[in-house]
């Protein structure tokens, strides 16, 4: 793919040739817990709502089922495009140090083998950073970006949510409790990690959110600096995560899309949970319930009205409504009827012969089309748009 560079400000989006750019309407978050050690996010979890009060957009992975997931150019299009009140990536460490923006720590793992997230063989940990920077993202051209990079090109007004992937290793407990033992271990194996990411993080204006399915994680930052705002990963068990949601004092909790009671789906994609209300006790709690990942336009409907703070999504514009379209289009035909009435008599008859002069003209053209055939109509081509794969965990 061939690249572009589009400065804005201080920043610079890297994206393919021919794509739209622009400066949107950019919605930012709400007041949250940000590096000043502001702590406004356990004021009201209500704050980090988008606007009109319907739940804040949050591009997964840069909103990756349209875009190559965690690189700059789908962090510029989810942005400066498409106006994502936050940007949601993956970070796991170089060999050299450097905290690397991308999901998986296996480079050619995906889709069964079959494609890898890279063109590179081994683990993060095992490149440098230069070298990471030069590996093709999903075969789009794209690369892997540092933390930095995508903080130089992310709006000041739009929130990150840095999710701790993986340290140097995959030898990491996730998605459960750990004895104090293992604690204190596994703390240290985050720390590199945690301190250079928070480091990074600290030079920029953004609102900075910190999530990851490892207890460790949550505790390491924790210790490094109370003042970030953090939000355990839920699955598997609603008290699970709500044990060491209480205990770290996490300013967000983080579910899957499943465990809000209420909607259509609970219980019904990841696993049977506990009959726990997440939505009431977020409120009771003053806790952000920000749930991932959502993928349809009924998904983001269905949360929103269940009373979630924010949609972890995979795609722009999910909160489209269908019946503010129609009412628009009433709207537009009732003006035409009301110029309609306002004209002559004499501007409706030269308004019906230019009509049906255009349809004569019409009607003639379709018929030579027709005389010009060989066969007993003409083709229609049909575009069929290409789906990008990503896999279903957060």
């Known amino acids: 793919m061939s690249r572009d560079t589009h400065e804005f400000g201080r920043r610079s989006f890297v994206a393919g040739t021919g794509a739209l750019l622009g400066a949107a309407s950019l919605g930012g978050v709400g007041s949250a817990t940000t590096m000043n050690g502001t702590n406004a996010a356990r004021e009201g979890h209500r704050e980090w709502k988008g606007e009109d009060d319907d739940p804040t957009i949050i591009a997964h992975r840069g909103f990756a089922g349209v875009y190559p997931e965690n690189t700059l150019g789908a962090v510029g299009r989810a942005t400066w495009g498409d106006g994502a009140d936050m940007i949601e990536i993956d970070v796991i460490p170089s060999k050299d140090g450097e905290v690397m923006v991308l999901h998986d720590p296996d480079l050619s793992s995906r889709d069964d083998g079959t494609r890898g997230l890279t063109d590179l063989d081994g683990y993060v940990w095992e490149y440098t950073a230069e070298e990471?920077?030069?590996?093709?993202?999903?075969?789009?051209?794209?690369?892997?970006?540092?933390?930095?990079?995508?903080?130089?090109?992310?709006?000041?007004?739009?929130?990150?949510?840095?999710?701790?992937?993986?340290?140097?290793?995959?030898?990491?407990?996730?998605?459960?409790?750990?004895?104090?033992?293992?604690?204190?271990?596994?703390m240290e194996t985050w720390r590199p990690l945690a301190e250079e990411a928070l480091h990074v993080a600290s030079q920029y204006d953004n609102e900075i959110l910190v999530s990851s399915f490892a207890e460790a994680a949550i505790a390491v930052v924790r210790d490094i600096d109370h003042s970030v705002p953090v939000a355990y990963l839920f699955f598997g068990s609603i008290e699970t995560g709500l044990e060491i949601t209480r205990d770290y004092g996490c300013e967000a909790m983080h579910p899957p899309y499943d465990m809000i009671k209420g909607t259509p789906?609970?219980?019904?994609?990841?696993?049977?949970?506990?009959?726990?209300?997440?939505?009431?006790?977020?409120?009771?709690?003053?806790?952000?319930?920000?749930?991932?990942?959502?993928?349809?336009?009924?998904?983001?409907?269905?949360?929103?009205?269940?009373?979630?703070?924010?949609?972890?999504?995979?795609?722009?514009?999910?909160?489209?409504?269908?019946?503010?379209?129609?009412?628009?289009?009433?709207?537009?035909?009732?003006?035409?009827?009301?110029?309609?009435?306002?004209?002559?008599?004499?501007?409706?008859?030269?308004?019906?012969?230019?009509?049906?002069?255009?349809?004569?003209?019409?009607?003639?053209?379709?018929?030579?089309?027709?005389?010009?055939?060989?066969?007993?109509?003409?083709?229609?081509?049909?575009?069929?748009?290409?789906?990008?794969?990503?896999?279903?965990?957060?």
Request: net charge negative; proline share 3%; hydrophobic share 30%.
């Open 265 to 394: 789906f609970f219980g019904d994609v990841y696993g049977s949970y506990e009959d726990i209300d997440l939505v009431e006790i977020a409120r009771e709690e003053d806790r952000t319930l920000n749930v991932w990942t959502v993928g349809t336009w009924y998904q983001a409907e269905q949360l929103a009205a269940a009373g979630v703070d924010g949609l972890i999504a995979d795609y722009p514009n999910l909160l489209w409504s269908g019946n503010d379209e129609m009412e628009w289009k009433r709207g537009d035909s009732e003006d035409h009827e009301d110029e309609s009435e306002t004209g002559t008599e004499e501007t409706k008859t030269e308004t019906e012969t230019e009509s049906d002069a255009d349809a004569e003209t019409a009607t003639e053209a379709a018929n030579e089309t027709t005389a010009a055939e060989t066969g007993t109509g003409t083709g229609t081509e049909t575009a069929v748009p290409t789906e990008t794969e990503t896999d279903d965990g957060n």
């Open 132 to 186: 990471l920077q030069e590996a093709n993202v999903l075969q789009s051209g794209e690369t892997v970006p540092t933390l930095a990079e995508v903080l130089d090109l992310v709006p000041d007004s739009v929130g990150v949510n840095i999710e701790f992937k993986n340290p140097d290793t995959t030898d990491i407990v996730t998605s459960g409790r750990l004895s104090d033992e293992e604690l204190t271990e596994r």
